[in-house]
Every structure is written in structure tokens, then in C-alpha cells.
């Protein structure tokens, strides 16, 4: 999933579409929220839960878990989900507001507010950054988000957690203390995360379609605020506005929750009851806004906007304003059209525009903003041809609209997407507990309480006439074409942002283009799916004894683990290959032709496979490491057998096209330029994997030997690839012992002659002076990414120094960022390498250099110390008792036990106990031990492996650091190597 900072607002591209707003912790890295959340006045929109109506929701075959509706004195409605073998436990809470009804002068409040109650005080927990610290200290994390529409609070722990965890919520969201110095000092956490998204894509045009927009509609509001919008220069306006802003929305009737825990639903209701009381009873403020107003004026629609972008990707999106759809849910009209547009089945409009060499991918969204509108777009990357022929490919496009008129909607197709998808359903895995409980309280926020579960899988009404009306409302008139690149003309620059930008009505030409039909006559719509799964039966399992894989085949050349798994009661099975050889990490050329190789294996397949994509059946090829080319098979177990046969077959014959080839060498070559202007902890994360594995090569690296790339060098690398490989197979699920032989001996029977298992390297870097790398990179904030590694592989160094993380990452965060402010990127993380354990601590800062940040990272190790030398036996013993819990947690699907199952092959620990060795090292861990470490690790002159540290527009001055002594400051492979350093 592609990673984001933050926020809020609206879908705009292939890669963010689905992508909504803030999420605002980072202890570790921060994902893109993935979900259609977006919203509604919830008072019109919702069925009051009856009073006990759990079973009327749709539950999945495979879903044996209780579920109860409870709807408290204080107006809040919430949701409990009983499993008695859960080991995680889970809480979700959503507001009906968000930040379109942030104030007028105030955009952002709701987001500072959410800053507000996850991270500082409670009435009932008045420590600072309590809830976050507990909820670490249980092996869990937390975050918000905040949408247009809505505002999202949750957490996980384990399951002996959930109570106190539950109370530490609805007291930060029912009762927090807001204090004027830490509103003073949020807001820059704030204006930082603002300032992280000044390079990122996803911010620079959204700020543009806002501006495109009609300003009576708040679709265009500025959600993510800053130190100007969150102003407080008389020191009290901030605190007032934002207490107005509190006791207007937080209310019971305003908010719905989901509790996930081990308990019986009794003892859940109880729960719930007790704590979530800390909400206020109270029904909410008007929304600021009315929804029968349009988001676009007449002058922003049939409008050509163009947007000029930092890096160069060129994409075009055609958009249309639809009807709103939610209420139509069980018709699914936008969903339909969405999977009809954005086919990849040979014929289709993607298929068309590729075969003419005009676009590398393409995908379609339908945006459900509120009860008023739907926004649907088709979103296109394009190739430098494309980029020079956006008013074609509009043509086709409009070509393909009447042609889904004249014969696209067919009630077998909406019965074929309906079924595939109930199947989905249930034979589904069981989601993460913090997955469910945001998707049933977003849900009881918005659908009719029996689709709680099922909303997704309701293909149940099909209504021709209303997925016509939608169809018919994609006309030109309508139309927002957005022109995305680095070249396109542009006369305006949007606010907060900067991005340039131009919008123009579109002109007679472009109409007429659009308006005539059969530009294109070779498209035509998908037909039904041939890889439709027919047999659903579970396979006898065999070994039920064995809670592990056995090994079928030990040969020189090729190993084979199997493992038949009906846990999770679904016929599916998960399949791992790995052919590996030493070709690809001897020199960059290789590196970029394996990249290649592996990228045009995946485009052969792409159009004769996508149905079975369609049908559940997952696939796909890439490297693995440096020096392997790993192929993955997911879902339905019936045709896998056939995929693999396909996959295999595509890897022997090699059948790449100049035009494939001239397609993924110009994507490829276009993502290394624009790395440079990626993130700067991006680029500090980048820097690192370069510095400590041989075989890794940097963007510049990577680009320069590109060049030289062509054709003729791939099918040579692939024909050497399969001269001598070596291949690891593991199957695990549904499928036989005899069927998983017949895949894998098809499998190796490409490579020609056994070839030894080849693994990716590690640069030992723990016993010389620190590798300090300066990077030079064009952004206002700095960097500092700090690299502690381990000098043996001992499983009590391990263990040892994830529990020093799981100490110190608390208080590391809430010291840097919280109360220094020193940025809005602070995390830290236990890093295993290969096998070699260690620890990293990342900061990004809009306002300190990277040596104050180090300093002040290493002032914090050092009073660390002093806690952990003072802590209990008790704490002491909590603290290991979670460490191992989260180890042993419970798979939750096959996938994840296939995975680790894989780590443990990939590891070469074939006796698939890894954890359980783990585990037992933990045990043995004691206080002496762990400081013993700690004095080691992070507070030995010279314990510090590697940093990286990059130097924003305030501190370009300090940079480099040639007076430091003891420090290495050359970091390439070339410089490596010729120290001798060793690699493991
Ligand atoms: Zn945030």
C-alpha cells in the first residue's frame, strides 16, 4: 500500500484514490486509510437500532463470532463483537463531523482536535500521552483520522487490554483536558504534518481541485490547518475556538462505537456501558453547510484544469458529478460502472489504450461524498505518447461511455460481480479486530443495521434504469478533465500549497472529439469470467497432527514444504516460489535488468490473468531481496494448479514485446527521477537499505545504468536467470501433497541445471567507526535516522533489544514530538536484518538540524536509562509478558500464517520455530541483561552503526559535518568493499 502522511478531503489518482486523511500518530510509519469513509448527516441517515436485533445482521458462513447492538442514555450507539479465541481485542469510535465544519478562519480545527484527545490528558487519566503509552505498553497501537465528514479514534491491544484501553478512549474523546500550553505546542505538530505534504502529490493537487470548486460547498476546504489557520497569538482565541468546537460535536448522538473483545457480549454491554458514559449526552450543531447546494458551479464543470506537478508523471483524469448513491447501496450503480470502466480484460478501454501505447495504467473511483454527490472519475497514467495525446485518449474514452450504453449493463454481469463477491464474503478471513470494529462503527454511522457486515457484498436489487441514470449523467457538459504533469500550461497558484495551476473551459474541438463516436472500433466490454471458481469442496487434511509444513522435495536445485490447512475453513490455499540466483546483485546493470525482467514477466501477464484477479484468484511476481525473483498465489485453491501453469509458462518463453519493453523501462526510468523529490524520511529509509545491503543501488545508480538498458540485455539476463536457479516452493491450505508436487516440479522444470540457494546479503557495520551519509535533498524539513546494529545474531540480543524498543519507543515519541515539538515524523523500530538484530530512530523536522535532533535523541537514551534501572520486577515482568503475546499472537488468516511460514524458509529456520525460540530467549531476559544491552547498544561511544541525516532550508548551512572525527564518510558499496567490510 502506497504510504502517506495525512489527509482529508478527496480522491484524486490511481495510486490515492481511496486514500482519505489524517491519520496522526507515527509511531511507525503511517498508512493510507484505505476506505470509501466518507460521509453523511448522520441524524438523516441512520436507522435507529432496534433493541436487539443482532440477528438480523448478515453475518459471513465462515463468521462464528456474537454480535449485539446497544444504544446508551447518552445517545451513543455502539456495537459489541464477541469472540471467545480472540487474542486482540479493539475499539472504534466515530463522530459524525469532521473538517468541513471546521470554523470559518479556523480550517483545521477538527484535525487539531483530534491531536488534542489522542495525545495529551484526560480527566480520568491526566498523565501526558497516557492512552498512548498504555495502549504500546499492551502491545497495541492507536491513531485518529480525520475525514470531511467524520473523525475516527481507535486502538488495539491484547485482550486482557480491552477494558482499561476502552476507558482510556471514551475519556480522551468524552473528556479531555485541554490545556492551553499543549494547545500552544500542538499546533506545530500540526503545521508539521501540514509541511511533511508540501512534496507530496496527493496534497499539491487536491489543494487545486479545492480550489476548482464551488466555495459554498466545503468540498474544498483546507482540513489538514497550519500555524496560520490554528493562529493563537493572543494565547487564549485557539483554546476557546477549539472548546466551542469540542461541546458542539462530541456528543452521544453524534457518535458510534465498536468494541471487539474476548469477553461474552454481557460483560461487553457492561463494559461499554461504564465507560463510554464519559461521552456527553447532547445531540450535535448543524453542519455548517446545506447539502442541496452543487460542489462545482457551472463554470467548473466542461472545464479542462490543468495541474503542473513537481515530479514528472503525467496523468489524466476525466470526472463526472453524479448523483449521490449511498441510499442506493444495495443496487450498487457506482460500483458496477466503477468495475466495467476500469477492467483490465483483453478489449476493454484499458486494454485499447495500452495497445496503443497511451497509458500505463488505469483505474476508476466512485467517491461518495455526502447525501449529495458522487464523484466518479476514470484516472490514467500516461506515457510520454499518451501525455502528448490526452484529447484522444478523452475520445476514446467517450467512445467507450455509449458503448457501455449501448450494451454494457447486463443483469449477468451484475449476478456474476454479486456472486464472486459473496464467495469473497464467505470464505473471508477473519479481518484484524482494529480492521472490523473502524469498518461497524464507520458502518452503523452510515447503513441499515442488518448490512452492517454486508453492505460491500449487497449486490441485491439489480436496476437497470438507475445505473443508466448514472451512465447518462457522463456527458461532456459535466466533464472535469484534469491534466496532470510537469510541462502543462498554467496561469494561477492555488493556496497553503503553492501548485500551479490553469482552468479553461473546454474548446468546440475537444467537444466535437468527444461528442464523436467510433474514434476507436475495436473495444468491446468484458464477457463473463472463465475463472469463476466452480469447485469449493476442502480437501481431507492429512496431517492434522502437524502444526507445520513437511518437506516433500530435498534435491539439489529445488525444496518443497507443504502444508494442507483447513483452519480458517475456506478452499484456498496460499503458494510461495522463490528461484534465486547470484546474477542479479553483481553489478547495477544486472540489479536494473532484473528489475526489468521481473516487471515485464508481471505486463505479459497482466491481461490474460485478469479475470482470474477478478475471481479471487491473487498472483504476483516480483523480487524478492536482491537476489531472488519470487512468484505468490492467494485465494480460491480450485485454479491455482492452472494459474501456476500459466505464470511458469510466461517466465520460459520470455515473450516481451519492444513496445512492453520501451513501456516499463520509461515508468521505470521516470520513478528514479522522481525519488528525488519523495520525502525526505523516504529518502533517509532508502539511504539506509543502500548503505547495509550489498547489491543495492541508489536512484542515481539505478538511473544512469537504466540507460544503456535494452531489450536484447533482459531476454540475455533471462535466458542466464534460467540457466541455473535455484527454487523454494511452500504450498499451504487447500491443496494436496501430490498437486503441490506435480506445481512444483513444473515449476523448476524451466531452469535447465540446479543452482545453489543464493541469499541476500548484509554488511556488517557493527564493530567500525558509524557510517554517517549527508544527503542533499531539496526540502524545507531535515532528517535524522539513527541505525544501531547488533553485533551477533544471539537469539538474547534479539529479544533483548525488541524489549529495549518496546521501552523506549514511548517515551522517544512523546518526548521529541510531543513535548519538544521537534517534528511530526518521530518513531522508532526494532530492525532485524537478515539475522541480524538492531534498532532505528527516525525524526523529521520542519524546525531543528540533525545534529540537535541526534543530540537530543541520545540525551533521551541516557535518561531513559535511569527509568528502566528504577522499574519494578513487576513492570519489569509486564513489559516481557507482552513482548511474548505479541510474538505468539494468533494467525488470523491462512495469508498470514503463510507468511510465516515463508520467513521461517527465507530465514533458512526450517524447523518453523522461529518464534518459538524467541520466545523462550524472552523468558529468560532479565533487567541486568537488557541494561547490559542498553549500555551497549545505545550508550557505548561508537555503538551508533549508521546515520543518515538530510539538512532542510534552515540548516543547509551545517552541512557536511567534515570536522567530526571517527566517522566514515564515504558509504557506496565501492567504499564498503574496499574497507573490507564484512558482509553476513
Ligand atoms: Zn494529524
Known amino acids: 500500500m502506497k504510504r502517506t502522511t495525512v489527509s482529508c478531503l478527496k480522491p484524486l489518482s490511481v495510486i490515492i484514490f481511496t486514500a482519505a486523511l489524517a491519520a496522526c500518530s507515527s509511531e511507525v510509519k503511517e498508512e493510507a486509510s484505505v476506505s470509501t469513509n466518507n460521509s453523511s448527516d448522520i441524524n438523516a441517515s441512520v436507522e435507529k437500532a432496534p433493541a436487539n436485533p443482532a440477528q438480523d445482521i448478515i453475518k459471513s458462513a465462515n463468521d462464528d463470532r456474537d454480535y449485539q447492538l446497544v444504544t446508551l442514555d447518552n445517545g451513543v450507539r455502539v456495537v459489541l463483537i464477541s469472540d471467545p479465541d480472540a487474542d486482540k481485542a479493539a475499539a472504534s469510535i466515530y463522530v459524525g463531523t469532521g473538517s468541513w465544519s471546521d470554523p470559518k478562519g479556523r480550517e483545521g480545527m477538527a484535525h ?167 461521552i456527553p449526552a447532547g445531540v450535535a450543531a448543524e453542519k455548517p453547510w446545506d447539502d442541496s447546494i452543487s460542489p462545482f458551479t457551472e463554470g467548473q464543470q466542461g472545464v479542462q484544469i490543468n495541474i503542473k506537478t513537481l515530479q514528472d508523471r503525467n496523468t489524466l483524469s476525466l470526472e463526472f458529478n453524479l448523483p449521490a448513491s449511498r441510499e442506493n447501496f444495495a443496487a450498487k450503480p457506482v460500483v458496477y460502472l466503477k468495475k466495467i470502466f476500469s477492467s483490465e480484460r483483453k478489449g476493454t478501454l484499458y486494454s485499447a489504450l495500452k495497445e496503443e501505447g497511451l497509458i500505463n495504467s488505469l483505474s476508476a473511483y466512485g467517491w461518495d461524498s455526502d447525501n449529495s454527490f458522487t464523484d466518479f472519475g476514470i484516472s490514467m497514467g500516461l506515457t510520454e505518447k499518451g501525455a502528448q495525446q490526452t484529447d484522444r485518449i478523452g475520445a476514446i474514452v467517450f467512445d467507450f461511455i455509449d458503448l457501455v450504453k449501448k450494451d454494457g449493463i447486463k443483469k449477468e454481469l451484475f449476478d456474476e460481480y454479486g456472486q464472486i463477491a459473496r464467495l469473497f464474503f464467505d470464505s473471508a478471513d477473519q479481518a484484524r479486530p482494529v480492521d472490523h470494529v473502524n469498518e461497524l462503527a464507520y458502518n452503523l454511522q452510515e447503513y441499515p443495521v442488518k448490512n452492517l457486515l454486508n453492505v460491500d457484498v449487497a449486490w441485491e436489487r439489480y436496476d437497470e434504469a438507475l445505473i443508466r441514470s448514472y451512465l447518462n449523467e457522463m456527458t461532456v457538459d459535466n466533464l472535469r478533465m484534469i491534466v496532470s504533469g510537469k510541462d502543462v500550461s498554467v496561469d494561477k497558484e492555488a493556496p497553503h500549497y503553492g501548485t500551479r495551476y490553469s482552468m479553461a473551459p473546454l474548446t468546440e474541438t475537444q467537444q466535437q472529439l468527444f461528442a464523436d463516436s467510433a474514434i476507436h472500433s475495436s473495444l468491446s466490454l468484458p464477457a463473463l469470467n472463465p475463472y469463476a471458481p466452480k469447485n469449493l469442496e476442502l480437501i481431507a487434511e492429512n496431517e492434522q497432527s502437524k502444526e507445520v509444513p513437511s518437506q516433500l522435495i530435498n534435491e539439489p536445485g529445488l525444496r518443497v514444504w507443504h502444508k494442507s490447512d483447513q483452519t480458517f475453513n475456506a478452499p484456498k490455499a496460499d503458494v510461495r516460489l522463490a528461484y534465486s540466483t547470484p546474477l542479479s546483485d553483481s553489478s547495477v546493470k544486472n540489479s536494473v535488468t532484473f528489475t526489468l525482467f521481473s516487471e515485464l514477466i508481471g505486463q505479459v501477464l497482466n491481461e490474460p490473468l485478469y479475470p482470474a484477479r477478478e475471481a479471487g484468484l491473487g498472483y504476483s511476481v516480483y523480487r524478492q531481496g536482491t537476489t531472488d525473483l519470487a512468484i505468490q498465489l492467494s485465494g480460491f485453491s480450485d485454479k491455482q494448479p492452472l494459474l501456476l501453469d500459466t505464470i511458469v509458462k510466461a517466465l520460459e518463453e520470455q515473450a516481451f514485446t519492444e513496445q512492453d519493453f520501451a513501456r516499463v523501462k520509461e515508468a521505470y526510468a521516470k520513478n528514479l527521477e522522481n525519488f528525488r523529490l519523495s520525502s525526505p524520511d523516504d529518502q533517509a529509509w532508502s539511504a539506509f537499505n543502500e548503505v547495509v545491503f550489498p547489491g543495492t543501488y ?188 505479541d510474538t505468539m499472537k494468533k494467525d488470523t488468516g491462512l495469508t498470514k500464517r503463510t507468511n510465516r511460514f515463508w520467513w521461517n524458509i527465507v530465514g533458512e529456520k526450517l524447523d518453523f520455530a522461529d518464534r518459538d525460540h524467541f520466545v523462550a530467549a524472552a523468558k529468560l531476559l532479565t533487567k541486568e541483561k537488557v541494561l547490559a544491552l542498553y549500555d551497549k547498544y545505545l550508550l557505548a561511544d561508537g555503538a551508533l552503526s549508521l546515520e543518515v541525516k538530510s539538512f532542510g532550508k534552515n540548516h543547509k548551512a551545517e552541512k557536511p559535518d567534515a570536522s567530526v572525527e571517527n566517522v566514515v564518510k564515504c558509504a557506496t558499496a565501492e567504499c564498503l568493499d574496499a574497507m573490507d567490510v564484512p558482509t553476513t
Open 112 to 278: 487539531f482536535l483530534e491531536h488534542m484527545l489522542l495525545f495529551m490528558k484526560s480527566e480520568k487519566y491526566p498523565e501526558l500521552g497516557g492512552f498512548r503509552e498504555y495502549v504500546k505498553a499492551q502491545g497495541g497501537s492507536m491513531n485518529g483520522t480525520t475525514y470531511g465528514e467524520k473523525t475516527n479514534y481507535y486502538f488495539e491491544v491484547n485482550a486482557e487490554g480491552l477494558a482499561e484501553g476502552l476507558d482510556r478512549l471514551a475519556w480522551a474523546v468524552g473528556k479531555s483536558i485541554l490545556e492551553n500550553e499543549y494547545v500552544d505546542k500542538e499546533r506545530n505538530s500540526v503545521d508539521s504534518e501540514f509541511r511533511a505534504g508540501f512534496t507530496r502529490p496527493y496534497w499539491r493537487s487536491n489543494v487545486v481541485h479545492g480550489e476548482t470548486s464551488n466555495p459554498a460547498h466545503p468540498y474544498g476546504h483546507f482540513g489538514t490547518g497550519n500555524i496560520d489557520t490554528l493562529n493563537n497569538d493572543d494565547g487564549v482565541s485557539l483554546l476557546k475556538d477549539l472548546e466551542v468546537f469540542y461541546r458542539d460535536y462530541y456528543v452521544g448522538s453524534n457518535m458510534t462505537v465498536a468494541v471487539y473483545g474476548q469477553e461474552s457480549l454481557a460483560e461487553l454491554e457492561t463494559m461499554a456501558k461504564t465507560s463510554l458514559a464519559a
Open 698 to 885: 541508489s536512484a542515481v545508480e539505478q538511473a544512469e545504468a537504466l540507460k544503456a538498458v535494452s531489450l536484447a540485455d533482459v531476454q540475455a539476463f533471462g535466458e542466464a536467470f534460467l540457466k541455473k536457479a535455484h527454487l523454494d516452493v511452500l504450498v499451504h491450505g487447500n491443496l494436496s501433497a501430490a498437486q503441490t508436487e506435480s506445481m512444483a516440479r513444473k515449476a523448476a522444470a524451466v531452469v535447465k541445471e540446479p543452482g545453489e540457494h543464493y541469499r541476500t546479503r548484509l554488511y556488517d557495520l557493527s564493530s567500525m567507526p558509524t557510517v554517517s551519509l549527508a544527503l542533499d535533498i531539496d526540502h524545507s524539513d531535515s532528517t535524522s535516522f539513527l541505525y544501531y546494529q547488533a553485533q551477533d545474531e544471539s537469539l538474547e540480543t534479539r529479544t533483548g533489544l525488541a524489549l529495549i524498543d518496546d521501552m523506549i519507543s514511548g517515551p522517544y515519541f512523546r518526548e521529541l514530538r510531543t513535548n519538544q515539538q521537534l517534528g511530526y515524523i518521530v518513531w522508532s523500530s526494532p530492525r532485524r536484518l537478515n539475522d541480524r538484530p538492531g534498532l532505528v530512530f527516525m525524526v523529521q523536522s520542519t524546525n531543528t538540524a540533525p545534529e540537535e535532533i541526534k543530540k537530543r535523541s541520545l540525551a533521551l537514551f541516557a535518561q531513559q536509562r535511569e527509568v528502566i534501572e528504577a522499574m519494578d520486577a513487576q513492570a519489569f515482568a509486564d513489559l516481557k509478558e507482552t513482548l511474548i503475546k
